[in-house]
């Protein structure tokens, strides 16, 4: 896992210093962009093993998720470094539910097929890596209070099921902006394809493997609406 993560700092730490490369002039700088949006994904592997633990709820199918980053179009040649956090909404605490959470880094590359100041149409490809947490809650609405209280096992016993997986993946996506040339700000929709490279188990809240543990690969599709923005820029206008 930290091979993986290392590759990809590298790769976002390239992406950086290339958008710094252009000019002091805060119109050279990157956009900054804010972005929110739903992911769909199901791990197979670990649903089917749940499946035989009734005490356990399946895990959710759908994550709100928050995006922020940098995006850059220059001569219709478009990259974007963005970072993640997805969770669910499903179920609640105090029963049994279950809640799929994930933190996310990526880096984009593509290209605006439409020459035209006010609008952008453009394919992406990139690299990312997600890291994701199940968190699984048992219904304890029976336990009496003073048992708990007296028990330090019973305690333990009642305490949430934590598993963790990361994946290193490929992005596939197209996204469409319309942009104020005025405010030099832009707003438009993104939808991402999400594979990893390869399956893998899942393991403890510490990330230590587990024997015959469930193994997963993911597979996600994301949509979102993105805001981008140069910085200061509608300040700067508002001082014209």
Same mark, same amino acid.
């Given at each position: 896992?930290k091979?993986?993560?290392?590759?990809?700092?590298?790769?976002?730490?390239?992406?950086?210093?290339?958008?710094?490369?252009?000019?002091?002039?805060?119109?050279k700088?990157?956009d900054?962009?804010r972005?929110?949006?739903?992911?769909?994904?199901?791990?197979?592997? !670990?649903?089917?093993?749940?499946?035989?633990?009734?005490?356990?709820?399946?895990?959710?199918?759908?994550?709100?998720?928050?995006?922020?980053?940098?995006?850059?179009?220059?001569?219709?040649?478009?990259n974007q470094?963005?970072?993640?956090?997805?969770?669910?909404?499903?179920?609640h605490?105090?029963?049994?539910?279950?809640?799929?959470?994930?933190?996310?880094?990526?880096?984009?590359?593509?290209?605006?097929?439409?020459?035209?100041?006010?609008?952008?149409?453009y394919?992406?490809?990139?690299?990312?890596?997600?890291?994701?947490?199940?968190?699984f809650?048992?219904?304890?609405?029976?336990?009496?209070?003073?048992?708990?209280v007296?028990s330090?096992?019973?305690?333990?016993?009642?305490?949430?099921?934590?598993?963790?997986n990361?994946?290193?993946?490929?992005? !596939?996506?197209?996204?469409?902006?319309?942009?104020?040339?005025?405010?030099?700000?832009?707003?438009?929709?993104? /939808?991402?394809?999400?594979r990893?490279?390869?399956?893998?188990?899942?393991?403890?809240?510490?990330?230590?493997?587990l024997?015959?543990?469930?193994?997963?690969?993911?597979?996600?599709?994301?949509?979102?609406?993105?805001?981008?923005? $140069?910085?200061? /820029?509608?300040? $700067?206008?508002?001082r014209?």
């Open positions: 896992m091979t993986r993560f290392l590759f990809l700092t590298l790769c976002i730490g390239a992406a950086l210093t290339s958008f710094g490369q252009d000019n002091n002039k805060t119109d700088f990157p900054m962009s972005a929110i949006g739903v992911s769909f994904q199901r791990f197979h592997g !670990l649903d089917s093993r749940i499946a035989g633990f009734p005490q356990y709820k399946e895990l959710p199918k759908a994550t709100g998720v928050i995006q922020l980053g940098m995006f850059s179009d220059k001569k219709q040649f478009v470094v963005n970072l993640s956090a997805g969770s669910s909404l499903s179920g605490r105090d029963k049994r539910s279950t809640n799929l959470r994930y933190l996310g880094a990526a880096i984009d590359f593509g290209y605006d097929f439409i020459k035209d100041e006010r609008v952008a149409l394919p992406l490809v990139g690299i990312g890596y997600q890291r994701y947490q199940a968190r809650f048992r219904d304890n609405s029976g336990i009496n209070f003073n048992d708990v007296n330090p096992t019973l305690q333990n016993n009642i305490k949430s099921l934590d598993l963790t990361g994946f290193l993946n490929y992005r !596939l996506g197209l996204g469409i902006a319309a942009k104020s040339v005025k405010y030099q700000c832009s707003i438009g929709l993104q /939808a991402m394809y999400v990893s490279f390869n399956d893998h188990a899942w393991r403890t809240s510490q990330y230590q493997t024997a015959n543990a469930p193994e997963d690969y993911l597979s996600q599709i994301y949509a979102g609406l993105v805001f981008t923005c $140069k910085p200061f /820029a509608m300040f $700067k206008h508002g014209m």
